[in-house]
């Protein structure tokens, strides 16, 4: 499974969001097939590769691409064994504009994991098997097999693509639902609003552990007794901002559980509050660091 630690980059159709290199023979069998030779483009490397883009977006399903045996925009055929008639699917987050990648098979045999950046596997035991995918982190996907890792590709990035655009153009056709030969334009602000409810319950509900990415070393914002950092949840796609705290307060006089009663107060305030220009509180938790 040796490949260069340099990523390559997308030949043409700029349009691609991203596309599937193959890092095993059963991997490159698969792209190079019949079925999916409508998503076949050529790397800079010269290697063959799947793209994903709009071009296999569906808003109805609200899958960016879809990977199994049958009726999939990636068709594996061929391989009864551990390969779901829906394997996994790449979706995007309506609202942090990520990529999600899911996993939707039978036997639970999709893997993520990473070559040279840091890594957030699948939690099997989510109600939803779901992942971020991202440049920084998860850049490889198993498929099927007892280790999931029958069919295993390398995600390509097209640094071509502005990431913001795409959310754009994906969101706008997410808006209209075709039923028959009418459309009908959903309320956008009725949605955000539902969504974000959501969003919340989620959260306060949640018996997991949160798993965050801090997506840059320049802090949001900081005080006496901590520091602000935009993030990305790697399980459920959303946008963060993590209040890191310091065990002393500003002047490194306070005790530790005077610093946490400063903090839950501060958290019971921000809980209450619901207002645009507000950060919504979302949950807590204790991770102490050296």
């Not at 840091?118 to 850049?139: G, K, M």
């Amino acid at each position: 499974m040796a490949t260069s630690s340099a990523p390559p980059i997308l030949s043409r159709v700029p349009d691609h969001i991203f596309a599937l290199q193959g890092l095993n023979h059963l991997a490159r069998e698969i792209i190079l097939s019949r079925e999916n030779r409508r998503l076949l483009i050529t790397l800079k490397s010269g290697e063959p590769a799947l793209a994903v883009g709009m071009h296999t977006w569906d808003p109805q399903k609200k899958t960016l691409a879809t990977v199994g045996k049958k009726n999939c925009n990636i068709t594996i055929s061929g391989w009864r064994s551990n390969i779901s008639r829906l394997h996994c699917t790449f979706s995007f987050h309506p609202e942090s504009g990520e990529i999600l990648f899911q996993d939707v098979s039978a036997a639970n045999s999709t893997s993520v994991t990473s070559q040279d950046i840091r890594e957030f596997p699948i939690d099997p035991h989510r109600e939803r098997r779901q992942v971020v995918l991202h440049p920084e982190f998860n850049n490889i996907i198993g498929i099927g097999g007892e280790h999931s890792d029958l069919f295993v590709f390398i995600l390509v990035w097209n640094d071509k693509v502005d990431p913001k655009e795409v959310k754009d153009q994906l969101s706008r056709s997410s808006d209209v639902a075709k039923v028959g030969h009418s459309t009908i334009l959903e309320p956008a602000e009725i949605e955000e609003v539902r969504f974000r409810f959501r969003v919340r319950q989620n959260y306060l509900r949640s018996k997991f552990p949160l798993r965050v990415f801090q997506t840059s070393k320049i802090p949001l914002g900081k005080g006496g007794y901590g520091v602000v950092f935009p993030a990305i949840d790697v399980d459920l796609g959303h946008r963060l901002a993590v209040k890191r705290i310091r065990e002393r307060g500003p002047n490194n006089d306070n005790t530790l559980e005077h610093v946490m009663e400063n903090f839950h107060r501060e958290v019971h305030v921000a809980a209450s509050l619901n207002h645009v220009s507000v950060s919504r509180y979302s949950r807590q938790q204790v991770n102490r660091e050296s």
